[in-house]
């Protein structure tokens, strides 16, 4: 039997999960185990509908971010059309603008007088999937790093709440605190600046663990950008809080490696590139 961090239960049929997935910068060692059919069923209504969200897709285009499938992603308008009507598929690669005519089935030249001006349709973005992710990184990572502890300390099931978000809205009795990827800070939002920076300064996919008095938070990035924060009541008294687990936990994939370091140790490194840039 095998504890899965998702369901809360234990599961006779395991399978690796990557905590980050490698379409969105993770990486073969930072995994944990979990239950395969739910881990199937949430990588494909979170984990895949993050990967192919249009935004996301310009940093995996940037990044060379391929997942398992090797294929390299570019942001697609696949219904779009120029000034005189014609049906054209539009690509935003990271080596420039691609227009193809659906009609001819081949590529425009960008001379041509009508791809001035294009017009895109149906580009969706789902204004819920960063918190459904975030959430659902904060259990694995959070399992990753203290073990049952987490679980014990931590009011996992709000994470929980969130991941298996099926509506609009956070769910009503939500204890919750978030910040999501389009958090518009307001005068003294410090906290919410502060961790955006301890996210993006490796310039990676990233997991900031924050264990305070009385809350635990969890703060993501993908491929360098900021995706969001969940903060959940918890008794942080009992978590391990000095050594390399300082303040919180800290880990960053880059260079193709899971590097790991206390939240004092950012803190500090933070405060430093701060002092030189002033």
Do not use: W
């Not at 939002?189 to 961790?195: A, E, K, T, V, Y």
């Amino acid at each position: 039997m095998t504890y899965c961090v998702y369901t809360d239960k234990e599961t006779l049929d395991p399978s690796p999960e990557h905590i980050l997935p490698l379409s969105l910068g993770g990486h073969d060692d930072f995994v944990i185990d979990v239950d395969r059919e739910f881990n199937n069923d949430i990588g494909s209504k979170v984990d895949g509908k993050l990967a192919n969200d249009f935004i996301v897709l310009f940093d995996r285009d940037r990044a060379g971010a391929v997942g398992h499938s090797k294929k390299h992603p570019i942001p697609t308008v696949k219904n779009a059309k120029l000034t005189d009507g014609t049906p054209v598929q539009v690509k935003f690669g990271k080596d420039g603008l691609s227009i193809f005519d659906l009609r001819e089935m081949k590529d425009i030249e960008r001379s041509d007088s009508r791809t001035h001006q294009v017009q895109c349709n149906n580009i969706e973005i789902d204004i819920d999937i960063d918190l459904m992710f975030v959430a659902k990184v904060a259990l694995a990572a959070g399992y990753y790093a203290y073990g049952y502890d987490f679980v014990k300390n931590v009011r996992t099931d709000e994470f929980r709440k969130i991941m298996n978000l099926d509506k609009k809205n956070l769910p009503e009795d939500s204890l919750a605190r978030v910040y999501p990827r389009f958090h518009e800070p307001e005068e003294g939002d410090d906290m919410f600046h502060i961790l955006k920076m301890m996210t993006e300064i490796g310039n990676c996919s990233s997991v900031i663990l924050a264990p305070s008095n009385e809350n635990f938070g969890v703060a993501v990035s993908i491929l360098g950008k900021f995706l969001g924060f969940i903060s959940v009541p918890c008794k942080s008294s009992n978590l391990v809080n000095d050594g390399n687990y300082k303040y919180g936990h800290c880990i960053y994939i880059q260079n193709e490696q899971v590097k790991r370091f206390s939240l004092d140790y950012i803190r500090l490194r933070l405060l430093n590139e701060l002092e030189e840039k002033c």
